[in-house]
Nanobody, 123 residues
Framework: QVQLVESGGGLVQAGGSLRLSCAASGLTFSRYTMGWFRQAPGKDREFVAAIRWDGDNTLYSDFVKGRFTISRDNAKDTVYLQMNSLKPEESGVYYC????????????????WGRGTQVTVSS
């Protein structure tokens, strides 16, 4: 059974930084593309960043480019999202997601999701 467990969320002031982690289990981590998504209250979930199964390719949404960095440690079955220069409008629940490499990169959908971690950016 695949499990994705996010951590590292919390309250931070605008302009501050947070580092999210997502620990995966129940899958061969190095064969999975990993992604981060977020959902603000009353809004649809949106894509933030993705990293290919081997770590050799990444993809970012335009609104986080240059401020967020996705990385992974295949030895620890963990993916990270370093978030810098955070803005109040980026508050929401951040979700980790996984999809097998057979879906290519970037994938069109993700098959496994975590429960999310809350990020609140105060102004």
């Amino acid at each position: 059974q695949v499990q994705l467990v996010e951590s590292g969320g919390g309250l931070v002031q605008a302009g501050g930084s947070l580092r999210l982690s997502c620990a995966a289990s129940g899958l061969t981590f190095s064969r999975y593309t990993m992604g981060w998504f977020r959902q603000a209250p009353g809004k649809d979930r949106e894509f933030v960043a993705a990293i290919r199964w081997d770590g050799d390719n990444t993809l970012y949404s335009d609104f986080v480019k240059g401020r967020f960095t996705i990385s992974r440690d295949n030895a620890k079955d963990t993916v990270y999202l370093q978030m810098n220069s955070l803005k109040p409008e980026e508050s929401g629940v951040y979700y980790c997601a996984a999809v097998h490499r057979l879906n290519g990169f970037p994938p069109s959908d993700y098959g496994h999701w975590g429960r999310g971690t809350q990020v609140t950016v105060s102004s």
